[in-house]
């Protein structure tokens, strides 16, 4: 089994939890920089695919904030022992599809899984919703260099996967800045836990240079 299940009475966010769970829009988003000039030299010199690096960034940070790895399933919270990630493929045609990542602990080992999984699915995989929470829900707008993302989703008390958006990095004196939204529910997560991410990302990004 994947997950544990929380125990919601005894748990330290029980107020909070109780208080967001039922909101209409119960979702909150972030949008910030990271600066990704050394991590931006690193997957050119080794020519390894920059999105997939940077997806492999926001796994393993998310693989290691529990916040970011709970799930409302009915009346229980689920906290999955390994995230994987569910992101856009875009086809020849300028559509897209959902697919799939399973997370890999090392980067090389990582991207090698990512292209063949990717490669297999744009050929094989229909246009089909996800259909597991043990994943957080990444898209790449390349072309743009946001400061705001909202996200089109349904109405639903079950829906508690986190979101990301990498946008078009840019440069800002003697940097490359990267944004990136991050959206968390705010029963299970807060401000606190995304500056978290943050950090960790941004120390993997800072580590290859």
């Keep these: 089994m994947n997950y544990k299940v929380i125990d919601i009475e005894n748990w330290k966010r029980k107020d909070q939890y109780e208080f967001f769970k039922s909101f209409d829009l119960p979702f909150f988003n972030v949008t910030a920089n990271v600066n990704v000039t050394s991590f931006l ?20 940070a998310c693989n290691e904030i529990p916040e970011f790895r709970y799930r409302i399933n009915e009346n229980q919270v689920f906290d999955y022992q390994k995230i994987n990630a569910g992101i856009t493929i875009l086809k020849d045609d300028n559509t897209f599809i959902y697919g799939s990542i399973d997370f890999k602990s090392n980067l090389h080992e990582f991207v090698i899984h990512a292209k063949e999984m990717v490669a297999h699915q744009k050929l094989n995989k229909a246009f089909l919703p996800h259909d597991t929470n043990d994943l957080i829900f990444v898209s790449a707008i390349p ?67």
């Design 143 to 209: 072309w743009v260099s946001f400061t705001g993302f909202v996200h089109a989703r349904k109405t639903c008390e079950s829906d508690s996967v986190p979101r990301f958006v990498i946008g078009k990095f840019f440069k800002e004196k003697d940097q490359l800045l990267l944004p990136i939204s991050v959206e968390v529910h705010h029963a299970l997560a807060d401000g606190f836990h995304i500056g978290q991410f943050l950090e960790k990302i941004q120390l993997e990004f800072d580590s290859y240079s």
């Design 41 to 60: 030299t690193y997957t050119k010199n080794n020519k390894l695919p920059f999105f997939y690096c940077t997806l492999f960034a926001i796994l393993k």
